[in-house]
Structure formats: C-alpha cells, structure tokens
C-alpha cells in the first residue's frame, strides 16, 4: 500500500510540496511523459477548481481522471455520460417511502469528494446543466431542499472533441464553470515503449494505492488560500482577461468568474513551486488553460484557422507585464509549451 502522508491542522508550503509531490509521482506512474499535464491537474485541484481533459479517443483522458482519484483516499463516483443520462442520475431524487409516508431523497452520482464525468458531452445539454449548480455551489437543490456537496470536491471530466461522431458541443455557462481544459496529446515514442514494456499485461491502476487522505488535501487548500497576490499582479490578471472581451478577432471573451479563477490557479501554481507569493509568470503559465476553452473566436478567425489558443498568447505578448515585481523563475512546462501555441 502507498505511503500515505498526514498533517497537523497547520500545513506549511513544504508539506504542500511533500504531498503534491507524492500524488504527482503516483499518476506519472500510470501516465507516462505527460509531466505538464499532471501538473496542471494538481494545480486545478488545489485552487478549488474542475479540470477538463479533451482530447481524442485512446490517449488516456480517464486514465489521468481514475489515477488522480486513486491517489487521494477519498470517495470517488464516476458517471459514464450517454444519450439517455438523465439529470436526476446525476443530481438524485426523491423517493416516495410507503413505510414512512413520506419522500426520501436518493442521492445521486454527484455526492461524491471527486467525480469523473467520461465522455461528457455525449449527453444531451439538459442533462450537461445538471452540473452547473454543483460545479459552482458545491451543492444540489431538489424539490426546494438544499444537499451540500463533500469537501473537498472536484469534477474531472473528459470529452472528444466537437467533431466526434455522437458529441454535444458544451454550452458556454457549462464551459465556464472548468477551472482548466487539458489535452494530453499523443505519447512520445519512447513513453509509448514505456507503457508497452510497463502495461503491456495488465491495468496500471490495478496496483495504484493513495498517497493522501482528502482531509489532507483540504489542508492544502487552505494553505493555498494564503498565497499573497500583489496588486500590480492582480492588475495583470484583469488586464488579461480584459484583452479577450476587446480583441476583435473574439466573440466571446472570458468572464468576471474566469478573472477569479485564474488567480486561484496562480495561487496554486505558485505555492506548488514553493511560494508563499504570485509572480506575473504564474499568471502568464496558466493563462492559456484557464482562459482559452471559454473564448469564442468569430467566424473570420475560424476561417483563418486562428484558435482561442493563439488569440490568448498574443493578448499575453501585448499586455505590459507589472513593473516592480520578479520575474524570470521557472515557468511550469505546460505553461511554456501553451505559450508556444503546442
């Protein structure tokens, strides 16, 4: 069985590391050469916020979402999204009890501490908004009556992209509740090797044990919660997110709520660093998995074949970085590589 780490009430940015550290290695050993993309799941855990993997077939979206959950000893649901899903297979409902004469609530898949969401968007958008409330809440109100959700709580989903045959796109208001989007992308060579040599002969999560408790992961969250963001960096975030609701290449820019979650994210990202402080490059990091899955680009930029993507990096490349503050640390992997349009 993993070594599972606990701490007192008091968590210090060194027990943050020391446990993000040891989730980390355990996913990197059912996923491999996908660093960056781990990463950014633990950064999205810590701040609170739902991760969106999307990506095609075969590469590994609910094998990164399972390995995440069986790292942390925690309750896990997982809600295999179809055509005939249901909101109330979700959510729950209420049952009429002949002993009792009375209603009954019965809860559904969502009250869970992390909840894998496969193949979303091969439900119906009515069933898709069953999440909404959840997502943003951390609750779930049935027939006037309020649940609330366990802490900590975390939605992973994955879904194939648009042009799948049998897929929904997301609705806008569904999107925006996503902390982050994700893709994994193909292995390299030499990891694909790996994994044949390592996996070939049976589930690499058959021996995956935790390494957490969720009560230490609401530790780090709290900790979290207490990174200092300057207000030059918190100009810069909202400079940021202001370029995307005035480039005109953009119908759609990122909300008020996208500004929030950005810096929860930097938060995490730069306590995951060992920081009890936010630089404008985690900011700069995060930026493009936290902003570009809620733009829409007009129709000439689709034409041109210009993605959300490469419209966030340029307002990046445009927006004065704050004066005063330090720069040039290390810059998380996959930050660098969306930067780069990869």
């Known amino acids: 069985m993993g070594q599972v780490t606990t701490y007192d009430e008091h968590v210090s940015l060194s027990d943050l590391t020391t446990t993000a550290d040891q989730v980390r290695h355990s996913v990197e050993s059912v996923l491999e050469g996908k660093p960056e993309v781990v990463r950014l799941s633990l950064t999205v855990l810590l701040a609170e916020g739902h991760l969106l993997i999307e990506d095609v077939p075969g590469v ?76 943003e809440e951390r609750q779930v109100t049935i027939d006037g009556q309020t649940y609330a959700l366990p802490d900590p709580f975390m939605v992973v989903a994955t879904q194939n992209p648009v042009e799948m045959e049998g897929t929904y796109p997301l609705p806008e208001a569904q999107r925006d509740r996503f902390m982050a989007r994700v893709s994994i992308g193909y292995p390299s060579p030499a990891a694909e090797l790996e994994m044949l040599d390592v996996h070939g002969g049976a589930s690499p999560l058959d021996k995956l044990q935790p390494v957490a408790h969720a009560h230490d992961i609401v530790q780090l969250v709290e900790a979290v919660r207490g990174v200092h963001v300057s207000d030059p960096v918190r100009r810069y975030a909202v400079e940021l997110v202001s370029g995307t609701r005035s480039h005109p290449e953009l119908r759609l820019g990122a909300s008020p709520r996208a500004t929030l979650q950005l810096l929860r994210a930097a938060r995490a990202g730069a306590a995951l660093c060992g920081r009890d402080y936010v630089l404008p490059d985690d900011v700069q990091s995060l930026a493009v998995p936290v902003l570009a899955h809620r733009l829409l680009p007009t129709a000439q930029a689709q034409l041109n074949r210009r993605s959300a993507e490469q419209l966030v990096t340029e307002i990046l490349q445009r927006t004065p970085v704050p004066t005063g503050t330090p720069q040039g640390t290390a810059v998380p992997e996959y930050g660098r590589r969306q930067q780069r349009g990869f």
Request: hydrophobic share 40%; with cysteine; aromatic share 6%.
């Open 60 to 135: 590994g979206k609910t094998l990164l979402a399972k390995a995440l959950a069986r790292s942390i000893d925690c309750s896990v649901r997982r809600i295999q999204f179809t055509p005939d899903l249901l909101p109330s297979d979700i959510t729950g409902v209420s049952v009429y009890d002949q002993q009792r004469q009375d209603f009954e609530f019965k809860p559904g898949a969502i009250f869970a501490q992390i909840v894998i969401g496969d193949e979303i968007n091969r439900a119906s958008p009515k069933t898709q908004s069953a999440l909404l409330e959840s997502m």
